[in-house]
């Protein structure tokens, strides 16, 4: 038997991953964990545009992660992602090409007619995706289920595989909190398709649709440990960075904020890690939803070549 511990997005695929493999496993959601701070993500599943400021490891590795989504949860929706600029900014927006593969030019209101002339060009990463990354979890677990795979908050009964996140600082002493913050807005009057990232030297932001005119907005990367509400800093600069993707984001009704504390190594790659007689997948960074499944993959076979030669 192996019990995974944790509910966010690295104890659900390694889950799914180990059940996949034929191994025995169980998932316990452990009763003074904090929320999973992956259901506060954008859900954008985007390796190339990440690949401005993440390592290269991140860009190639992530690739196979829609293909991995879109076979176990619905609505993976393949539209590709838009990165715009300010005018004055455009600056930025040649920065970010020069940085990243896998794009091509555009005239934004080309592919997003709501944005009209507002941007005069633009970046299209088409091989990229995004989901609902409640949603998404929310179908893991059921296909869990479908397996016969419990999810419990009772005491680990096998081998542990500790994908708690910042709960896990006790055994991973290189591990930290980043913050990050979202808002979620309904804006029934706007019709964007695929996500926008608005690249800005201030508060650079990404605005992900989630259907029936709802918006997630997110971006804000602190380096902090402070737990509790969004900072008003934070609902400020979103806003701002909102009004300038689209001015009718002002009318919008905001329904719903988020922070949570993600967990990252000191190199920012998500990573196994062995701690005692524990295995970690840990480190997920802003890459949970990009990393989570390769790694899970990762962990099926090591463990289930250690059974193997265990026997």
């Not at 539209?79 to 600029?85: D, F, H, K, N």
């Not at 990243?100 to 080309?110: D, E, F, K, Y």
């Not at 918006?215 to 979103?238: C, D, F, K, N």
């Not at 990009?290 to 265990?310: C, D, F, G, V």
């Amino acid at each position: 038997m192996i019990s995974v511990l944790g509910t966010g997005v690295a104890g659900l695929c390694a889950a799914t991953a180990l059940a996949e493999a034929g191994l025995e496993v169980e998932v316990i959601d452990p009763a003074d964990a904090p929320p999973a701070a992956s259901r506060l993500a954008g859900g954008m599943l985007a390796p190339f545009s990440e690949g401005e400021a993440a390592p290269e490891e991140i860009v190639l590795r992530g690739q196979s992660a829609v293909d991995w989504w879109a076979a176990r949860v619905p609505d993976v929706t393949r539209r590709g992602l838009l990165v715009v600029a300010p005018p004055r900014d455009t600056g930025e927006l040649d920065r970010y090409a020069r940085a990243t593969r896998g794009h091509g030019w555009v005239r934004p209101g080309a592919l997003e007619p709501e944005l009209g002339d507002r941007f005069a060009r633009g970046l299209h990463f088409r091989d990229e995706a995004h989901m609902d990354p409640v949603a998404a979890l929310g179908a893991l677990r059921e296909g869990l289920a479908a397996r016969g795979v419990a999810v419990h908050t009772g005491p680990a009964r096998g081998r542990i595989v500790d994908c708690t996140g910042m709960a896990a600082a006790p055994h991973l002493p290189d591990l930290r909190p980043v913050r990050g913050e979202m808002l979620e807005l309904s804006a029934p009057d706007i019709a964007l398709t695929r996500p926008v990232r608005l690249i800005h030297p201030r508060f650079a932001c990404y605005i992900v649709p989630r259907g029936a005119g709802r918006y997630m907005v997110g971006a804000t990367m602190v380096e902090s440990a402070r737990p509790g509400q969004v900072t008003a800093r934070a609902v400020m600069e979103l806003l701002s960075a909102a009004y300038a993707v689209h001015p009718a984001f002002a009318e919008a009704e905001l329904i719903a904020t988020g922070a949570g504390l993600r967990p990252a190594f000191p190199d920012n790659i998500p990573a196994i890690r062995r701690a005692g007689d524990r295995i970690h997948l840990n480190g997920m960074y802003r890459h949970g939803f990009l990393m989570a499944p390769i790694l899970a993959q990762q962990l099926a076979r090591m463990m289930t070549e250690e059974l193997t030669h265990a026997h």
